[in-house]
């Protein structure tokens, strides 16, 4: 009978299991903006404070995954979904592990951003706008890829002559024009401790 068995092998090992473990919620904070808004440096950033403080995220971005697992990926309306499709069901088994990954992605449309809710999972996807014109990204141009879309070098460019829509309910809004970096972070931290605590 059941009662009797070793209590190593009365049931699989839970998602509530591994959370009790890490003392966390495990989340999808899912960051979404322009390319320059914000996003990557915002996630590192959140990244090193949570991990300060006890708990334990994991990064998803352009660096660990459209080098790695999505490396066949274009940006292409189609491949874009495809990388956003696979980069959920990640953020999903690492949710499952009880972890807080910190997906940051330009994700660019609606419909996108719903298939990672639907992957994910309503109550776990935590919305994120990272906010800021696109002439203030433009002008930061952290990588140089505004002034080659403007100069046609780079075809299908998001916010350029490619679609950007934003959220229309984020969870939480961050207007990166006008707070600093600090601020930006402490406020995120802020509206996702409750969240995450245990
Ligand atoms: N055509 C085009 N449009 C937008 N962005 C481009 C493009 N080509 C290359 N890049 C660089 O790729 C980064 C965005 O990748 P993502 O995986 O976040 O894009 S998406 O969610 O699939 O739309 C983006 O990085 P971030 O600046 O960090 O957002 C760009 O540096
Ligand atoms: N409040 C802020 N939050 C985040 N980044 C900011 C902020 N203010 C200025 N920046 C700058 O904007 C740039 C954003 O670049 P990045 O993080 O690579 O954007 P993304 O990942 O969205 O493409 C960085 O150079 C960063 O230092």
Redesign the pocket.
Known sequence: MAEHIHPIFDRLLQREDRERRLKQKGKALWLT???????????QHLERRLYNEGFFPQVL?GDNIRSGINSNLSFSDADRKENIRRIAEVARLYLHSGIITIN?F?SPTREIRDMARAVIGAEDFIEIY?N?PIEV?EE?D??GLYQKARAGEIKGFTGIDAPYEAPLSPAFE?R??Q???D??VGQLYAFIHPIIKY
């Open positions: 903006g322009l390319s320059g808004s914000g996003k990557s440096t915002i996630a971005d940051s330009i990272v800021a990204c930061r952290v990588k961050i990166t024009d707070l600093s970096l601020e930006a």
